[in-house]
C-alpha cells in the first residue's frame, strides 16, 4: 500500500510538473499573460475568464485585501464555473444586503501562504492521498490526487478541479479551478 501511495505521489508531482512554470514565466490565462510581478487582482482584472470572480471581490469589498503583502494561494473559479450555481444566485449574492455571505464563499477560496503544485503535492503525499486545507474564512477544504491532477472539495461535499495549476503572483499564487466551492 505504501509503494501505492508512493507512486500515486510520484505521478501527481509529475503531471503537475508541467504546469510548474519558472516565477518570471508568463502563463496564460483567460487571454491574458498572468505576470509573476503582479499581485492577484492587477492580474485577475486582465482575464477574460474571471470576471464574474472580479466583480464579486469589488462587491464584498476585498480587493486592498488581495492586493496586501499576502502570502495568499486563491483557487479562483471561471466564470464558467459561477454560470453553472442555480439560477439567479450570482445576482443575489452582489446585492448590499448579502455582502457577508459572497465574502464568505470568497474568502473560503483563499488559503493563507503560498501553496504552489509542489507544496501541494507534497501535503498530498503527506496526507495519504489527501490534505486539509485551512481557509481564511475558518472551514477547511481537501485537496486530493485524481486522473493525474488535483481535485479540491468543499465541506459541502462538493468538488472542483485544478484546470491550469501555478499562476505565479507576487504576492502567492493562484489555482484555476472549474468549480465554486462552497462552506457549510
Known amino acids: ?22 516565477a518570471f ?23 477574460k475568464d474571471h470576471t464574474t470572480l ?9 480587493v486592498e485585501t488581495l492586493k496586501g503583502p499576502g502570502p495568499f494561494t486563491v483557487f479562483a473559479p471561471t466564470n464558467a464555473a459561477f454560470a ?10 452582489l446585492k448590499p444586503e ?13 488559503v493563507a501562504g503560498k501553496m504552489d503544485a509542489a507544496a501541494l503535492t507534497k501535503a498530498i503525499a503527506d496526507g495519504k492521498g489527501k490534505a486539509v ?5 475558518g472551514g477547511n477544504l481537501t485537496a486530493t490526487a485524481a486522473g493525474g491532477g488535483v481535485t479540491i472539495t ?18 502567492g499564487v493562484i489555482h484555476v479551478v472549474d468549480k ?4 457549510k
Not at 54 to 62: D, P, T, Y
Open 180 to 183: 465554486v466551492l462552497l462552506p
Open 98 to 110: 448579502n455582502k457577508a455571505k459572497l465574502t464568505g464563499i470568497l474568502t473560503y477560496h483563499v
Open 84 to 93: 453553472a450555481l442555480p439560477a439567479g444566485t450570482v445576482d443575489t449574492l
Open 54 to 62: 472580479v466583480a464579486a471581490i469589488k462587491a464584498a469589498g476585498l
Open 25 to 47: 514565466a508568463q502563463v496564460m490565462v483567460g487571454g491574458a499573460s498572468m505576470l509573476a510581478s503582479k499581485d492577484i487582482i492587477d492580474n485577475a482584472v486582465n482575464s
Open 1 to 22: 500500500m505504501q509503494t501505492k501511495h508512493k507512486l500515486a505521489s510520484l505521478g501527481l508531482a509529475l503531471a503537475m510538473s508541467v504546469a510548474v512554470l519558472p
Open 133 to 137: 486545507l485551512k481557509t481564511v474564512e
Open 154 to 171: 468543499d465541506e459541502k461535499g462538493g468538488s472542483a478541479k485544478v484546470t491550469i495549476a501555478d499562476v505565479y503572483q507576487s504576492n
